[in-house]
């Protein structure tokens, strides 16, 4: 059985991630999308927990795709799968650099580890979650950029994050 890992901080989730997540689902047999904690990102707009809800909710269509989380290192996460290949989406040539020095660290930690790369759908090559958090927080509609499924969590959240710095 063909393994896939898709990992991300999910921050929150995107179509631009659904577009990777979906297309893996069809070349793997299982699909495990890791929400994990990036520690380049010190103050989160969602919990874990909130982002394992928001993820699951949007890939519940797809039967061979499950959610889980981990907070260490993702080369040490992916031992739990034997033979787990990781599938990183790329949106540009920058996403490219920064995601081959993570594979080459991976592999230093796992050497038996595989990083498979997927281009983004010309249509999600400018979204990140970022983008989305700074819409939301500034109440763009987020139609397009973020699984329907999605929305109303996203905008409770930002409206609270207004309150919070006092727009």
């Known amino acids: 059985m063909s393994i ?3 990992p991300g901080s ?7 991630h659904l577009n990777i997540i979906r297309r893996t689902s ?3 047999d299982r699909v495990v ?19 394992l809800d928001m993820v699951r909710r ?7 795709v499950e ?28 996403d490219f650099e920064y995601e081959f020095q993570m594979n080459l660290i991976n592999k230093q930690i796992n050497p038996q580890l595989e990083t ?3 281009t983004a759908d010309g249509k999600y090559t400018f979204l990140s979650s ?21 929305i109303d969590d996203i905008e409770k959240k930002a409206k609270l994050w207004r309150g919070r710095d006092g727009k």
């Open 58 to 64: 949007s890939v519940s269509r797809y039967p061979n």
């Open 33 to 51: 999308v890791c929400v994990m904690h990036n520690s380049t990102k010190p103050s989160p707009m969602f919990t874990v927990e909130e982002k």
């Open 116 to 118: 498979m790369f997927l």
């Open 130 to 150: 970022s983008v989305v958090r700074e819409m939301a927080f500034y109440g763009a509609d987020l139609k397009g950029l973020v699984p329907n499924e999605i």
């Open 67 to 94: 959610v889980d989380t981990y907070d260490g290192l993702l080369a040490e996460y992916a031992k739990r799968y034997e033979g787990a290949v990781l599938v990183k989406g790329l949106r540009a040539a920058s």
């Open 10 to 16: 999910f921050d929150p989730i995107t179509l631009g």
């Open 4 to 6: 896939a890992i898709c």
């Open 26 to 28: 069809k070349i793997f």
